[in-house]
Protein backbone atom coordinates (compact mmCIF):
# COMPACT_ATOMS: atom_id res chain seq x y z
CA UNK A 1 0.00 0.00 0.00
CA UNK A 2 1.38 3.46 -1.09
CA UNK A 3 2.40 5.70 1.87
CA UNK A 4 0.71 8.80 1.54
CA UNK A 5 1.63 10.38 4.90
CA UNK A 6 4.37 12.73 3.44
CA UNK A 7 3.13 13.88 0.03
CA UNK A 8 0.03 14.25 -2.06
CA UNK A 9 1.39 13.42 -5.21
CA UNK A 10 -1.43 10.40 -5.96
CA UNK A 11 -4.49 12.90 -5.21
CA UNK A 12 -6.70 13.92 -7.44
CA UNK A 13 -9.82 16.57 -7.05
CA UNK A 14 -13.32 16.17 -7.95
CA UNK A 15 -14.17 19.81 -9.45
CA UNK A 16 -17.52 19.17 -8.02
CA UNK A 17 -15.92 18.97 -4.33
CA UNK A 18 -15.49 23.18 -4.89
CA UNK A 19 -18.16 23.61 -8.14
CA UNK A 20 -19.68 27.01 -5.70
CA UNK A 21 -16.49 28.82 -4.64
CA UNK A 22 -15.20 29.11 -8.70
CA UNK A 23 -15.42 28.12 -12.43
CA UNK A 24 -13.70 25.13 -14.02
CA UNK A 25 -10.44 27.55 -14.32
CA UNK A 26 -10.46 28.83 -10.86
CA UNK A 27 -10.54 25.35 -9.69
CA UNK A 28 -7.73 24.33 -12.12
CA UNK A 29 -5.14 27.41 -10.81
CA UNK A 30 -6.05 26.95 -7.25
CA UNK A 31 -5.03 22.85 -7.70
CA UNK A 32 -1.62 23.94 -9.24
CA UNK A 33 -0.93 26.54 -6.59
CA UNK A 34 -1.28 23.82 -3.86
CA UNK A 35 0.76 20.68 -6.05
CA UNK A 36 -2.18 18.79 -6.42
CA UNK A 37 -1.49 17.20 -9.36
CA UNK A 38 -4.65 15.61 -10.82
CA UNK A 39 -8.39 16.64 -11.79
CA UNK A 40 -11.48 15.30 -12.59
CA UNK A 41 -14.06 17.18 -14.17
CA UNK A 42 -17.88 17.69 -14.46
CA UNK A 43 -19.38 18.45 -17.97
CA UNK A 44 -21.54 21.35 -16.69
CA UNK A 45 -18.47 23.02 -15.44
CA UNK A 46 -16.44 22.26 -18.35
CA UNK A 47 -19.25 23.47 -20.78
CA UNK A 48 -19.80 26.62 -18.62
CA UNK A 49 -16.25 28.20 -19.74
CA UNK A 50 -15.81 25.87 -22.62
CA UNK A 51 -14.11 23.11 -23.60
CA UNK A 52 -11.52 24.63 -25.53
CA UNK A 53 -10.54 26.43 -22.78
CA UNK A 54 -10.93 23.89 -19.87
CA UNK A 55 -8.34 21.93 -22.27
CA UNK A 56 -6.12 24.80 -22.65
CA UNK A 57 -6.20 25.37 -18.67
CA UNK A 58 -5.74 21.94 -18.40
CA UNK A 59 -2.38 21.97 -20.01
CA UNK A 60 -1.28 24.99 -19.07
CA UNK A 61 -1.37 24.00 -15.35
CA UNK A 62 0.35 20.58 -16.33
CA UNK A 63 -2.77 18.14 -15.37
CA UNK A 64 -3.61 14.89 -15.53
CA UNK A 65 -7.06 13.84 -15.37
CA UNK A 66 -8.42 11.03 -12.75
CA UNK A 67 -11.70 10.71 -14.79
CA UNK A 68 -14.66 12.57 -16.19
CA UNK A 69 -17.89 12.93 -15.27
CA UNK A 70 -19.93 12.12 -15.90
CA UNK A 71 -21.73 9.57 -19.29
CA UNK A 72 -24.58 7.42 -18.37
CA UNK A 73 -28.60 8.03 -17.33
CA UNK A 74 -29.03 5.35 -20.31
CA UNK A 75 -32.51 4.92 -19.35
CA UNK A 76 -35.16 6.64 -21.79
CA UNK A 77 -38.52 5.71 -23.50
CA UNK A 78 -38.28 5.62 -27.21
CA UNK A 79 -38.83 9.25 -27.75
CA UNK A 80 -35.62 9.98 -25.80
CA UNK A 81 -33.49 7.10 -26.55
CA UNK A 82 -31.33 9.10 -29.64
CA UNK A 83 -30.85 11.91 -27.35
CA UNK A 84 -29.14 10.02 -24.40
CA UNK A 85 -27.22 8.30 -27.07
CA UNK A 86 -25.99 11.17 -28.77
CA UNK A 87 -25.12 12.67 -25.27
CA UNK A 88 -23.12 9.95 -24.37
CA UNK A 89 -21.22 9.93 -27.28
CA UNK A 90 -20.62 13.55 -27.19
CA UNK A 91 -18.91 12.83 -23.11
CA UNK A 92 -16.63 10.33 -24.89
CA UNK A 93 -15.25 12.93 -27.31
CA UNK A 94 -14.88 15.75 -24.46
CA UNK A 95 -13.29 12.98 -22.58
CA UNK A 96 -11.02 12.26 -25.11
CA UNK A 97 -10.48 15.97 -25.42
CA UNK A 98 -9.69 16.39 -22.31
CA UNK A 99 -6.84 13.58 -21.74
CA UNK A 100 -8.88 12.04 -19.52
CA UNK A 101 -8.26 7.95 -18.37
CA UNK A 102 -11.88 7.03 -18.05
CA UNK A 103 -15.75 8.39 -18.36
CA UNK A 104 -17.63 7.39 -15.15
CA UNK A 105 -20.81 6.21 -15.77
CA UNK A 106 -23.46 6.88 -13.57
CA UNK A 107 -25.86 4.91 -15.38
CA UNK A 108 -29.60 6.04 -14.67
CA UNK A 109 -32.81 4.76 -12.80
CA UNK A 110 -36.26 5.12 -14.22
CA UNK A 111 -36.37 6.41 -17.03
CA UNK A 112 -39.24 9.84 -15.82
CA UNK A 113 -36.07 10.75 -13.12
CA UNK A 114 -32.77 9.81 -15.92
CA UNK A 115 -33.99 11.45 -18.88
CA UNK A 116 -37.03 13.85 -18.20
CA UNK A 117 -40.00 13.97 -19.86
CA UNK A 118 -39.81 10.23 -20.31
CA UNK A 119 -43.02 8.34 -19.77
CA UNK A 120 -43.16 7.05 -16.40
CA UNK A 121 -42.44 3.22 -15.25
CA UNK A 122 -42.26 1.26 -11.82
CA UNK A 123 -40.45 -1.24 -13.44
CA UNK A 124 -36.61 -1.24 -12.47
CA UNK A 125 -35.94 -4.77 -14.24
CA UNK A 126 -36.55 -3.41 -17.65
CA UNK A 127 -34.35 -0.10 -16.20
CA UNK A 128 -31.50 -2.27 -15.45
CA UNK A 129 -31.47 -4.17 -18.97
CA UNK A 130 -31.82 -0.91 -21.10
CA UNK A 131 -28.58 -0.26 -18.53
CA UNK A 132 -26.69 -2.77 -19.70
CA UNK A 133 -27.94 -2.80 -23.43
CA UNK A 134 -26.83 0.93 -23.93
CA UNK A 135 -23.18 0.97 -21.94
CA UNK A 136 -23.09 -1.95 -24.78
CA UNK A 137 -23.73 0.67 -27.20
CA UNK A 138 -21.87 3.42 -25.76
CA UNK A 139 -18.54 0.54 -25.73
CA UNK A 140 -18.59 0.29 -29.40
CA UNK A 141 -18.08 3.89 -29.45
CA UNK A 142 -15.88 4.58 -27.01
CA UNK A 143 -13.43 1.46 -27.85
CA UNK A 144 -13.20 3.10 -31.22
CA UNK A 145 -12.22 6.11 -29.44
CA UNK A 146 -10.14 3.96 -27.21
CA UNK A 147 -11.49 5.53 -24.29
CA UNK A 148 -12.00 3.36 -21.50
CA UNK A 149 -15.83 3.64 -19.79
CA UNK A 150 -15.95 3.07 -15.74
CA UNK A 151 -19.42 1.83 -14.44
CA UNK A 152 -19.80 3.52 -11.13
CA UNK A 153 -21.98 1.25 -8.49
CA UNK A 154 -24.31 3.84 -6.75
CA UNK A 155 -25.40 2.91 -2.87
CA UNK A 156 -28.79 1.86 -3.51
CA UNK A 157 -30.59 5.22 -2.09
CA UNK A 158 -29.98 6.31 -5.85
CA UNK A 159 -32.02 3.34 -7.83
CA UNK A 160 -34.78 5.43 -8.57
CA UNK A 161 -33.72 8.65 -9.84
CA UNK A 162 -29.70 8.23 -10.56
CA UNK A 163 -28.76 4.61 -10.83
CA UNK A 164 -30.04 0.94 -10.68
CA UNK A 165 -26.84 -0.51 -10.70
CA UNK A 166 -26.11 -0.35 -7.15
CA UNK A 167 -23.13 -2.71 -6.22
CA UNK A 168 -19.78 -4.08 -7.65
CA UNK A 169 -21.37 -7.34 -8.24
CA UNK A 170 -23.64 -6.22 -10.46
CA UNK A 171 -21.55 -3.50 -12.13
CA UNK A 172 -19.08 -6.60 -12.40
CA UNK A 173 -21.34 -9.03 -14.15
CA UNK A 174 -22.18 -6.47 -17.04
CA UNK A 175 -18.50 -5.82 -17.32
CA UNK A 176 -18.31 -9.58 -17.74
CA UNK A 177 -20.92 -9.78 -20.14
CA UNK A 178 -20.09 -7.44 -22.38
CA UNK A 179 -16.30 -7.61 -22.62
CA UNK A 180 -15.62 -11.43 -21.29
CA UNK A 181 -11.76 -10.86 -22.49
CA UNK A 182 -11.21 -7.99 -20.04
CA UNK A 183 -9.61 -5.76 -23.18
CA UNK A 184 -9.04 -2.71 -20.71
CA UNK A 185 -11.57 -0.72 -21.46
CA UNK A 186 -14.42 -1.39 -19.33
CA UNK A 187 -14.28 -1.49 -15.45
CA UNK A 188 -15.60 0.27 -12.86
CA UNK A 189 -14.98 3.61 -10.86
CA UNK A 190 -15.44 2.50 -7.15
CA UNK A 191 -16.34 5.53 -4.63
CA UNK A 192 -16.12 4.51 -1.26
CA UNK A 193 -19.54 6.56 -0.19
CA UNK A 194 -21.47 3.92 -2.42
CA UNK A 195 -19.72 0.70 -1.70
CA UNK A 196 -18.14 0.96 1.76
CA UNK A 197 -21.84 -0.95 3.22
CA UNK A 198 -21.61 -4.18 1.12
CA UNK A 199 -20.33 -7.58 3.04
CA UNK A 200 -19.19 -9.07 -0.46
CA UNK A 201 -16.96 -5.84 -1.31
CA UNK A 202 -13.87 -6.91 -0.99
CA UNK A 203 -14.56 -10.27 -2.67
CA UNK A 204 -15.56 -8.17 -5.53
CA UNK A 205 -12.43 -5.58 -5.36
CA UNK A 206 -10.58 -9.35 -6.05
CA UNK A 207 -12.98 -10.40 -8.82
CA UNK A 208 -12.30 -7.05 -10.47
CA UNK A 209 -8.59 -6.89 -10.34
CA UNK A 210 -6.54 -4.38 -11.86
CA UNK A 211 -7.89 -5.01 -15.24
CA UNK A 212 -11.21 -3.57 -13.95
CA UNK A 213 -10.43 -0.94 -11.64
CA UNK A 214 -10.21 2.22 -13.36
CA UNK A 215 -11.05 5.01 -10.65
CA UNK A 216 -11.36 5.41 -7.31
CA UNK A 217 -13.51 7.70 -5.05
CA UNK A 218 -13.20 9.05 -1.54
CA UNK A 219 -15.29 10.74 0.79
CA UNK A 220 -17.07 10.17 4.22
CA UNK A 221 -20.22 8.62 4.91
CA UNK A 222 -21.76 11.00 7.66
CA UNK A 223 -24.55 10.27 10.48
CA UNK A 224 -26.50 11.40 10.46
CA UNK A 225 -26.79 11.95 6.69
CA UNK A 226 -28.95 15.17 6.62
CA UNK A 227 -29.30 14.94 2.54
CA UNK A 228 -29.44 11.65 0.53
CA UNK A 229 -27.09 13.46 -2.30
CA UNK A 230 -25.72 16.81 -1.00
CA UNK A 231 -24.30 15.63 2.83
CA UNK A 232 -20.87 13.85 1.63
CA UNK A 233 -18.24 13.95 4.56
CA UNK A 234 -14.72 14.44 4.25
CA UNK A 235 -12.46 12.04 4.98
CA UNK A 236 -12.17 11.05 8.25
CA UNK A 237 -15.70 12.93 9.99
CA UNK A 238 -17.61 9.37 9.25
CA UNK A 239 -17.96 6.17 9.38
CA UNK A 240 -15.81 4.92 6.29
CA UNK A 241 -12.81 2.74 6.95
CA UNK A 242 -11.04 4.24 4.02
CA UNK A 243 -7.78 2.83 3.83
CA UNK A 244 -8.97 -0.82 4.82
CA UNK A 245 -10.20 -0.32 1.12
CA UNK A 246 -7.78 1.67 -0.44
CA UNK A 247 -5.08 -1.25 0.66
CA UNK A 248 -7.64 -4.01 -0.97
CA UNK A 249 -8.28 -1.81 -4.66
CA UNK A 250 -3.75 -1.15 -4.18
CA UNK A 251 -3.54 -4.89 -3.43
CA UNK A 252 -5.33 -6.11 -6.90
CA UNK A 253 -2.51 -3.48 -8.83
CA UNK A 254 -4.63 -0.34 -8.78
CA UNK A 255 -1.52 2.43 -8.82
CA UNK A 256 -3.63 5.63 -10.13
CA UNK A 257 -5.28 9.06 -8.15
CA UNK A 258 -7.28 9.17 -5.24
CA UNK A 259 -10.15 11.46 -6.29
CA UNK A 260 -11.74 13.20 -3.26
CA UNK A 261 -15.41 13.50 -4.40
CA UNK A 262 -17.19 15.21 -1.65
CA UNK A 263 -20.82 17.36 -2.83
CA UNK A 264 -21.29 19.00 0.34
CA UNK A 265 -23.71 22.37 1.14
CA UNK A 266 -21.35 22.24 4.25
CA UNK A 267 -18.17 22.32 2.82
CA UNK A 268 -19.29 24.62 -0.66
CA UNK A 269 -19.62 27.42 2.07
CA UNK A 270 -15.81 27.57 2.82
CA UNK A 271 -13.37 29.31 1.38
CA UNK A 272 -11.71 27.01 -1.83
CA UNK A 273 -8.43 27.05 -0.49
CA UNK A 274 -9.62 26.06 2.87
CA UNK A 275 -11.38 23.30 1.13
CA UNK A 276 -8.20 21.78 -0.56
CA UNK A 277 -6.16 22.22 2.33
CA UNK A 278 -7.98 20.09 4.05
CA UNK A 279 -8.26 17.60 1.72
CA UNK A 280 -4.43 17.64 1.77
CA UNK A 281 -4.30 17.13 5.26
CA UNK A 282 -7.00 14.47 5.80
CA UNK A 283 -5.75 12.55 2.03
CA UNK A 284 -1.90 12.58 4.01
CA UNK A 285 -3.47 11.12 7.74
CA UNK A 286 -6.92 9.33 7.40
CA UNK A 287 -7.04 8.31 3.16
ZN1 LIG B 1 -17.79 8.94 -7.23
Request: net charge negative.
Amino acid sequence: MRDFSTDHRWLSINTATVRKQGDFIAIVEACARLGIRAVSPWRDQVAQVGLDKAVKAVRDAGLDLSGYCRGGMFTADKAHLQEARDDNRRAVDEAKALGAPCLVLVVGGLPQYSRPGSTPTKDIGAAQAMVEDEIGVLYEYARKAQLPLAIEPLHPMYAADRACVNTTRQALDICDRLDPAKGNMLGVALDVYHVWWDFELFAQIKRAGQSRLLAFHVCDWLVPTRDLLLDRGMMGDGAIDIPKVRAAVEAEGFSGYVEVEIFSEHWWQRPMEDVLKTCIERYRTVV
